[in-house]
């Protein structure tokens, strides 16, 4: 397969080692997104992808080269970074053609590939300015703007809208996702915000202390999370996660914890019946919650002691208690609706998950 394909990479500084063992097949012109907490090895993966960074252990495969050892010229990528740093005393058309330049490409390519790139990323008409005169998210795409004139077989992108402000970055997830298409190559994007992950992957790589937690689709991973670390860190507000336990009473199979007692969906009732421990964490995501019995699904009454609600517009965000554990839920109700106050709710049952409350993993 070509593409990019990390064999059992290990990264170590010293007697720490940050990624204890990686495997990773990225298949050739996917978007692909590492998305995980500041720590986790994110940049340590990427930077060994673009031979940054030397490994420890294990291979690196670019287009079906092993590129291992080869330094990062001969890797055919382009690197992205969070902290850009433009030339100040050049225009943004010398800033773009830096690297053509040094490399020695005739003028005429030079030109027709910044004419091109600079197109695609609408900055043709600032191409005579010097950094100082352009907004952070011209800037920004600029600093695209290098790496894009090289045309690698791969592109590198580490953090790279965490700079801009909430508004230019939406506004920049969106661009990235048309260049990509534009361009279709591979590429490899790693952030913290996996609202960004969720919004741009093809797929998404969700890592926690140097280990992959799960791969898949962003509709994968949000609607099946294999443990409650992608359970806890995908989604918007996060997935509720309460102690329970599953109580069989005469065949109908529920899990119950303080101040809630919900039906087991019945495709999980195999697993549920079959699980190790009955000590399980229920997860309840905030948008599954309802304030009336009106939904088609299969509504189960679960009762909220609401702290506080606010209003969003069509919906309210509730800070709501149950029993003794703090819950978010995100209650559709229109404009016009008074503040939700404590009272019975309902929850989908058919989308509540169970945890081995042990081991962390899905059941
Ligand atoms: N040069 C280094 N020496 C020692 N430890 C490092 C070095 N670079 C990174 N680390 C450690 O490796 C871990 C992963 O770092 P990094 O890949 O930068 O995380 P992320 O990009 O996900 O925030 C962190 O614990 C960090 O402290
Ligand atoms: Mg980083």
């Given at each position: 397969?070509?593409?990019?394909?990390?064999?059992?990479?290990?990264?170590?500084?010293?007697?720490?080692?940050?990624?204890?063992?990686?495997?990773?097949?990225?298949?050739?012109?996917?978007?692909?997104?590492?998305?995980?907490?500041?720590?986790?090895?994110?940049?340590?993966?990427?930077?060994?992808?673009?031979?940054?960074?030397?490994?420890?252990?294990?291979?690196?495969?670019?287009?079906?080269?092993?590129?291992?050892?080869?330094?990062?010229?001969?890797?055919?990528?382009?690197?992205v970074?969070?902290?850009y740093a433009l030339y100040p005393h050049m225009n943004v058309a010398g800033n773009m053609s830096f690297a053509l330049r040094?490399?020695?490409?005739?003028?005429?390519?030079i030109e027709?590939r910044v004419r091109r790139a600079a197109d695609m990323l609408e900055l043709t008409p600032y191409l005579d300015r010097k950094p100082k005169d352009l907004s952070g998210g011209q800037r920004q795409r600029v600093a695209m703007g290098r790496s894009i004139v090289?045309?690698?077989?791969?592109?590198?992108?580490?953090?790279p809208?965490?700079n801009l402000?909430?508004?230019l970055?939406?506004t920049m997830?969106?661009e990235?996702?048309?260049?990509?298409?534009?361009?279709?190559?591979?590429?490899?994007?790693?952030?913290?915000?996996?609202?960004?992950?969720?919004?741009?992957?093809?797929?998404?790589?969700?890592?926690?202390?140097?280990?992959?937690?799960?791969?898949?689709?962003?509709?994968?991973?949000?609607?099946?999370?294999?443990?409650?670390?992608?359970?806890?860190?995908?989604?918007?507000?996060?997935?509720?996660?309460?102690?329970?336990?599953?109580?069989?009473?005469?065949?109908?199979?529920?899990?119950?914890?303080?101040?809630?007692?919900?039906?087991?969906?019945?495709?999980?009732?195999?697993?549920?019946?079959?699980?190790?421990?009955?000590?399980?964490?229920?997860?309840?995501?905030?948008?599954?919650?309802?304030?009336?019995?009106?939904?088609?699904?299969?509504?189960?009454?679960?009762?909220?002691?609401?702290?506080?609600?606010?209003?969003?517009?069509?919906?309210?965000?509730?800070?709501?208690?149950?029993?003794?554990?703090?819950?978010?839920?995100?209650?559709?109700?229109?404009?016009?609706?008074?503040?939700?106050?404590?009272?019975?709710?309902?929850?989908?049952?058919?989308?509540?998950?169970?945890?081995?409350?042990?081991?962390?993993?899905?059941?």
């Amino acid at each position: 397969m070509s593409g990019v394909m990390l064999r059992q990479v290990v990264k170590a500084y010293g007697p720490i080692v940050v990624i204890p063992e990686l495997d990773l097949s990225i298949a050739e012109g996917e978007f692909v997104v590492i998305v995980g907490p500041s720590g986790c090895g994110k940049s340590t993966t990427l930077r060994m992808i673009a031979g940054l960074e030397t490994v420890s252990g294990g291979s690196i495969f670019i287009a079906d080269k092993d590129v291992t050892y080869a330094p990062p010229k001969a890797r055919d990528i382009a690197m992205v970074f969070q902290s850009y740093a433009l030339y100040p005393h050049m225009n943004v058309a010398g800033n773009m053609s830096f690297a053509l330049r040094l490399a020695g490409t005739p003028k005429a390519e030079i030109e027709e590939r910044v004419r091109r790139a600079a197109d695609m990323l609408e900055l043709t008409p600032y191409l005579d300015r010097k950094p100082k005169d352009l907004s952070g998210g011209q800037r920004q795409r600029v600093a695209m703007g290098r790496s894009i004139v090289r045309d690698a077989y791969c592109f590198l992108f580490d953090e790279p809208l965490s700079n801009l402000d909430a508004k230019l970055r939406a506004t920049m997830r969106t661009e990235l996702a048309l260049l990509h298409k534009r361009l279709e190559r591979t590429m490899v994007y790693v952030t913290h915000d996996q609202i960004e992950a969720m919004t741009m992957a093809d797929r998404i790589v969700i890592m926690d202390k140097g280990i992959i937690q799960q791969v898949g689709t962003p509709r994968e991973v949000y609607t099946a999370p294999e443990n409650l670390f992608v359970a806890g860190f995908i989604g918007s507000p996060s997935m509720n996660l309460l102690q329970g336990e599953i109580a069989d009473q005469a065949g109908d199979l529920r899990v119950r914890g303080a101040g809630f007692d919900l039906p087991i969906p019945q495709r999980m009732k195999t697993r549920a019946t079959g699980a190790r421990s009955r000590d399980v964490v229920v997860g309840l995501r905030p948008e599954h919650f309802s304030a009336s019995d009106s939904g088609d699904g299969d509504l189960a009454p679960i009762r909220l002691e609401v702290d506080v609600a606010e209003y969003i517009g069509s919906s309210q965000f509730l800070a709501a208690m149950v029993g003794e554990e703090h819950v978010t839920a995100s209650v559709d109700v229109g404009p016009d609706a008074a503040p939700l106050a404590s009272g019975d709710y309902f929850f989908d049952a058919d989308r509540l998950y169970l945890f081995d409350r042990a081991s962390g993993q899905a059941l």
